[in-house]
């Protein structure tokens, strides 16, 4: 049963009022595309830890600082936010009420990744880093890797798990009370892949913004 722009999991049930939502994944994985529809739909500011993390010139932020940027925004009544950035997510999710983790296959990432070009000053050689960094998303054991994503999933008391595996969308966690799911989630499909797996791109990621 659909009501107005959102789908309702339960009949009769409307869009919860405390929307405080983190969306987490891979670089190119469509979390900022996520984001935003779900922005204009349900009215709420939207959030890039990839602003947070970065400066404008490029440097990266004091952590301390970055944490206390989240935490002020994570202190207000409602918003989304989107980011590869585990241990800036985990700050905002102290006071989230949805988790969401897009879990892509690589080759739909890259194709993202690659769709989107240069942008943010980022050079042929920031992309090429950029790309090797998130195919190494699986391997690695950062917060800002699957490893490090899965264990925000696992890790949340009380967290019930709503398996969304329509297209490429992994998992929804609802944090407390409440099954309300919006449409644009559960339809969520990121870029189509491509049919070959790429070459390993090799050396240490440059300065970039990891992105949705």
């Known amino acids: 049963m659909e009501t107005g722009p959102w789908q ?67 202190a207000t009544d409602a918003w ?48 090429n880093d950029l790309l090797a960094w998130a195919q190494d998303y699986w391997t690695r054991t950062t917060s800002s890797s699957f490893t490090g994503h899965e264990r925000l999933y696992r890790g949340r008391e009380g967290a019930s798990a709503h398996p969304r595996r329509r297209g490429c969308l992994r998992t929804v966690i609802t944090l407390g009370a409440g099954r309300w799911i919006p449409r644009e989630v559960r339809a969520f499909n990121p870029a189509p892949a491509p049919p070959a797996r790429p070459d390993r791109t090799s050396g240490p990621p440059r300065r970039h913004r990891a992105g949705g």
């Open 80 to 127: 989304i936010v989107e980011g590869v950035y585990g241990w800036l997510a985990e700050v905002a999710l102290v006071r989230a009420t949805r988790l969401i983790w897009l879990d892509i296959p690589w080759d739909a990432c890259r194709a993202g990744l690659l769709a989107r070009g240069l942008r943010r000053g980022m050079t042929v050689t920031d992309q």
């Open 8 to 74: 309702c999991e339960s009949k009769g049930m409307s869009p919860p009022r405390s929307i405080r939502w983190v969306i987490v994944g891979n670089s190119g994985s469509g979390k900022s595309t996520l984001a935003e529809r779900l922005g204009q739909i349900l009215h709420r500011p939207i959030y890039d830890l990839d602003r947070v993390h970065w400066q404008p010139d490029g440097r990266k932020r004091d952590e301390a600082d970055a944490r206390a940027r989240v935490a002020e925004i994570a």
